[in-house]
């Protein structure tokens, strides 16, 4: 239930706000495992996920304000401040070169997680079984130059050259990718 | 604004949030941020569903159970700085310091009415005297990229590591937005603290060596978004000359 998830994280951050180390465990609770998965397949590496991660809490601890409510839900926010911590990070250590010899396919929609004793919110599983069957259904292309970007960390330029296509390519199938991904992630009004 | 417009701006705006900008987009990304968006309900919508959806996109990467001392290693750092705020607490103690040193005259009278308040009065400004006050002290004037005069200076001596940061006239940063202070070697920069001004004035301590850096900046970046490099707009910079 999304809604009760979201509810959940707005009173964790009220009280987070207020100095609450039990609600600063509550959100680690929950959205840890999350961060550092994204954090490892962006950085492909444990060490430099482990760092993203702690870093991307603290600044939360410190700076709860930073998260508007107004502007969306706050694992949304979350997640991206801990992408935006990996991608720097695999800029900063300048691994991009080896990290395009990484696979850079999801798992097959339905496939299992490979990390064991993650305990999650079943609205979670289900969004993520959500996210990657959407992500399957975009046309290749589109679908290409996402992951390059957001799990390879990679800028649109970096993408251009290495798929020998216009940036201007790269910029309009991106749009194209998110809102196509977009529409199929909205919730119905039914 | 015409339709072709707007899609320039969306195509900035899923870039942006996909982190996947870089050079003359990622500044054009930050000037439609910081001046377009704001006033544009359409704009707005737009980049909070892109966001939205690239916080799923998070989602597919699948959970991994994190190291276990990750949680101790957080209690402990908490532990250690309570609920500290990237705030310049006690800068108006710094201030108090810093302006005795260099000569600026100005508000010595409402410092200390501002400070009766504040806790270990007595030990920070007798550090930052101790501090100042020590022979061989230099200080850097800063170029500034906004049109209304502000002045930022910091004040170190080679070899300690502390550097005291002090301005005036010194704009609050965006909504949502925090100063943050660099330090660059052969063009390496690492960050070292986010702050905002208190009405108008800055005066903060910071543990850097200075003289082993030769530039020093300062940008504008967003609040809680920690930063590899210097992405936001640089407001203040300076080159470090070497000591003769």
């Known amino acids: ?190 | 604004m015409s339709e072709s417009d707007h899609q320039r701006i969306d195509e900035l705006i899923a870039g942006h949030v996909l982190r996947a900008l870089e050079g003359e987009d990622a500044a054009e990304a930050e000037r439609v941020l910081a001046e377009h968006v704001p006033t544009c309900p359409r704009c707005r919508s737009i980049l909070d569903e892109l966001e939205e959806t690239a916080g799923d996109l998070a989602l597919a990467a699948g959970p991994a159970p994190p190291p276990e001392l990750l949680l101790t290693r957080l209690h402990r750092e908490i532990r250690e700085t309570g609920h500290e705020r990237r705030r310049p607490v006690g800068s108006w103690i710094w201030m108090a310091a810093a302006v005795t040193v260099v000569g600026l005259t100005v508000w010595n009278a409402v410092l200390h009415t501002r400070l009766s308040n504040e806790m270990d009065t007595k030990r920070r400004i007798s550090t930052a005297m101790g501090v100042l006050s020590q022979p061989g002290y230099r200080t850097v004037s800063f170029d500034t990229t906004r049109k209304a005069p502000s002045h930022m200076r910091a004040a170190f001596r080679p070899g300690d590591a502390r550097v005291v940061l002090f301005g005036s006239n010194i704009p609050d940063p965006k909504p949502g937005n925090v100063y943050r202070l660099w330090v660059g070697r052969q063009g390496h920069f690492v960050p070292r603290g986010d702050f905002a001004p208190e009405e108008g004035l800055v005066a903060l301590l910071f543990p850097i060596d200075l003289s082993r850096y030769d530039e020093i900046l300062i940008t504008e970046e967003p609040a809680g978004v920690p930063s590899a490099e210097p992405a936001g707009q640089e407001r203040w910079s300076a080159t470090i000359q070497r000591a003769a």
């Open chain 1, 1 to 190: 239930m999304p809604d009760e998830s979201d509810r959940l994280d707005l009173e964790c951050h009220r009280r987070l706000r207020q100095g609450d180390r039990g609600a600063f465990e509550e959100l680690y609770r929950r959205y840890a495992p999350g961060a550092y998965g994204l954090a490892l397949r962006v950085t492909g590496q444990e060490l430099l996920a482990q760092e993203v991660v702690h870093d991307a809490f603290l600044a939360l601890w410190r700076a709860p304000e930073a998260f508007d409510p107004s502007r969306g839900a706050f694992r949304s926010f979350f997640l991206s401040l801990v992408h935006h911590r990996a991608v720097d990070t695999v800029r900063r250590e300048e691994r991009l070169r080896r990290r395009t010899e990484r696979q850079m396919n999801l798992p097959e929609p339905g496939g299992e997680d490979v990390a064991e004793g993650v305990v999650e919110e079943a609205w979670l599983a289900t969004r993520r079984k959500e996210v990657r069957e959407a992500l399957l259904a975009l046309p290749d292309e589109q679908r290409k130059v996402l992951e390059m970007a957001y799990y390879g960390g990679e800028t649109q330029a970096q993408i251009a050259q290495e798929l020998g296509i216009p940036l201007g390519t790269v910029k309009t199938r991106t749009l194209a990718a998110m809102r196509k991904l977009r529409q199929m992630l909205e919730p119905s009004d039914e």
